[in-house]
């Protein structure tokens, strides 16, 4: 029972911890104490041993850490065209076992038409392709995160009185992007998303309502952006989606099971693979797996990446062995719930530490699937 094509038996959801030196590369260049080109040269090489990383571990979906990014989506989003800001930071809170914690993001509107004006991860996914023996992996964020950013109140009425021309401005600088990566010889690429997630929660439902959000609208809207975005994709194209409840220094922000989402999410976005997180209790139970047609691969997210202690593989196989109560074992993989760094920050954790957890994925595969 091996997977084919992916998502893989094994796999993981994209970034990696950043080695202590690229970080101190960052800031000097930041600071313009080094240049860009060095930080680039850095990135190369921290990025080859990421890559020797999985590889030496047996993965076979392969990412570049993302350490060429500060954030998992800003670093994308900010490059499509129509977006405008006032430069002011806005705050963002997430829970952690410590107390909260405060993430900030800039304040963003859509002042002039979604477009994509140049390639945004095509270059450093060409890279990646000539360091992997296996198969590259791209992530980015899901062009619900641009609405999501925004809001509607933040999107010129004018320019876009009625949100179906933003959905199609949107997917189609998606669209170009994806055409440039698949030209790139990417043929797995995942689109990241903490909006449909978020809609689990009650308390960032409400939240929504307050600014004028209606929570299943938003839905609605999050299924036409994602169908129009990957109409059309070449059929050796596997798009996968990662639903995120907030990962920043090892902090969350939603919790709540799918069950709001799932019947939804399963048979309207075209998706070939769904990470879900599943590391805890706020991610509720297995039973909205249900929903899942026979088509799509369910990659159970039980590895933590929030903490260092190792989960024992006798507890991973009891979960999937419920899990498969709701959905058929051939169409289940296992990974760790989210990334280990989502921004440059990364999670509180040792390198060791992540070695382990991608390895105990590994393990894990191989002795319930009999390979991956």
Partial sequence: MTASRPPFRADHVGSLLRPPALKVWRLDTESGRASAAALARAEDAAIRDAVRLQEDL??????????????????????????????????VTFHGQG?????????????????????????????????????????????????????????????????????????????????????????????????????????????GRARGEDPEAQLELS??????????????????????????????RAQG???RIAEVIFNRLPYDGFFLEFDDARAGDFSPLRHAPKHVRVVLGLVTTKVGALETKDDLKRRIDEASRYVALDQLCVSP????SSTVEGNDLAAEQQRAKLALCVELAREVWGGL
């Fill in 58 to 91: 047996g993965l076979e979906g392969i990412t570049d850490g993302e350490l060429r990014r500060k954030s998992w989506h800003m670093d994308f989003l900010l490059k499509l065209g129509g977006l405008r800001s006032e430069g002011r930071a806005l705050p």
């Fill in 337 to 340: 719930q989210c990334g280990f």
């Fill in 223 to 252: 299924v036409k952006l994602i169908q129009a975005t990957l109409r059309g994709r070449p059929k050796d194209l596997t798009v996968c989606t990662h639903l995120c409840r907030g990962n920043f220094r090892s902090g969350w």
């Fill in 99 to 207: 107390g909260d914690l405060v993430f900030t993001r800039p304040d963003l509107r859509i002042g002039e038409r979604v477009t994509r004006p140049a390639p945004i991860f095509v270059e450093a996914f060409t890279f990646l392709r000539s360091v992997v023996r296996r198969t590259p992996k791209l992530t980015m964020p899901s062009p619900c995160m641009l609405y999501s950013q925004v809001g509607r109140a933040n999107i010129d009425a004018e320019l876009y009185p009625e949100l179906d021309a933003f959905v199609e401005d949107t997917a189609a600088a998606y669209r170009a992007e994806i055409a440039d990566l698949y030209a790139a010889g990417c043929r797995y690429l995942q689109l990241d998303d903490v909006s449909l997630a978020y809609l689990c929660d009650d308390e960032l439902r409400a939240q």
């Fill in 257 to 259: 099971g799918y069950a």
